[in-house]
C-alpha cells in the first residue's frame, strides 16, 4: 500500500513568489493535515480538510491556504513568500472511525521550502 | 504555557541504558495521545499510541496520567538505532479534531 506522498521533494522561490505543495494521502483516508517545521523547531499545524472541506486553520496568515480536492489529495499554497516560510512542510493523512488505525496521522516525507 | 510541553534534552545515555521521558499536555478535554520519533530531516512516524491503562510494545512502554495531564515514555534497553526525537502529540477533539505537536525530546544513544 502506497504511503503519502508529496510533491515536490524540493522547491527554491525568492521573496514575493508563490509556492504549490501537494499530497496524496493513502487510499482511504478522507482527511489531510498540513504542517510546517521551520530548521530546528517543532511542528506547527497549518490545515486540516476533511471531506472536502477545510475543517480547522492553525494561527497561519491567510496567505498559507489550501483545498481537497474529490479524490481526497490536497494542496497547500503560499503566497507572497517572506523568507520566514523557509521550512519542510508535511502533510498527514488519517481515516475517521473508532478502529484499529482510526485517527492516527501518517505524515509524507515532506517538501523543502527554500525562500531566497 | 504551551498546550503541550516536553523537555527538549538532549538526553545522552549509554547503549542498554533505560531512559524515560515525559510530556505535559494542559488541555483537560484531550482524548488521544501518542508518541511519535522523527530521525535529522525525516518525517515522523508513529511509535506508539497512548492508551489509558498504559501499554508496552517491545523495550517501549507509554503511560498516560490524566489526573496530572502528562504522558510518559519508557525505553528499556536502549539501541544505537533509537537515537531520534521524541515527539509527544495530543489530540483535543473540541468540535473538532486539533493534534498539537511538542517540540520533541532528542534521545542520543552512545556506544
Known amino acids: 500500500e502506497a504511503g503519502v506522498t508529496q510533491s515536490p521533494t524540493h522547491l527554491i522561490k525568492t521573496r514575493g513568489q508563490q509556492a504549490t505543495l501537494r499530497c496524496s494521502p493513502i487510499s482511504g483516508h478522507t482527511s489531510v493535515y498540513w504542517y510546517q517545521q521551520a530548521l530546528g523547531l517543532g511542528l506547527q499545524f497549518l490545515l486540516w480538510y476533511d471531506e472536502g472541506e477545510e475543517r480547522n486553520r492553525g494561527n497561519f496568515p491567510p496567505r498559507f491556504s489550501g483545498r481537497q480536492f474529490p479524490n481526497y489529495s490536497s494542496e497547500l499554497n503560499v503566497n507572497a513568500l517572506e523568507l520566514e516560510d523557509s521550512a519542510l512542510y508535511l502533510c498527514?493523512?488519517?481515516?475517521?472511525?473508532?478502529?484499529?488505525?482510526?485517527?492516527?496521522?501518517?505524515f509524507g516525507a515532506g517538501s523543502r521550502l527554500t525562500v531566497l | 504555557r504551551k498546550e503541550v510541553e516536553q523537555d527538549p534534552g538532549p538526553f545522552n545515555v549509554p547503549e542498554g541504558a533505560t531512559v524515560a521521558f515525559n510530556c505535559t499536555y494542559s488541555n483537560s478535554a484531550s482524548q488521544s495521545f501518542f508518541w511519535y520519533r522523527q530521525d535529522c530531516r525525516k518525517e515522523p512516524k508513529l511509535l506508539m499510541s497512548?492508551?489509558?491503562s498504559g501499554n508496552e510494545d517491545g523495550r517501549f512502554t507509554a503511560q498516560l496520567n490524566r489526573a496530572s495531564q502528562y504522558i510518559s515514555l519508557l525505553i528499556r534497553d536502549s539501541k544505537l538505532s533509537d537515537s531520534a526525537t521524541y515527539l509527544c502529540?495530543?489530540?483535543?477533539?473540541?468540535?473538532?479534531?486539533?493534534?498539537?505537536f511538542g517540540t520533541g525530546t532528542r534521545l542520543k544513544v552512545l556506544a
Open positions: 497512548v492508551y489509558s
Open positions: 502529540v495530543v489530540n483535543t477533539r473540541s468540535g473538532t479534531y486539533k493534534y498539537i
Open positions: 498527514a493523512s488519517s481515516f475517521p472511525g473508532s478502529g484499529f488505525g482510526a485517527n492516527v496521522l501518517t
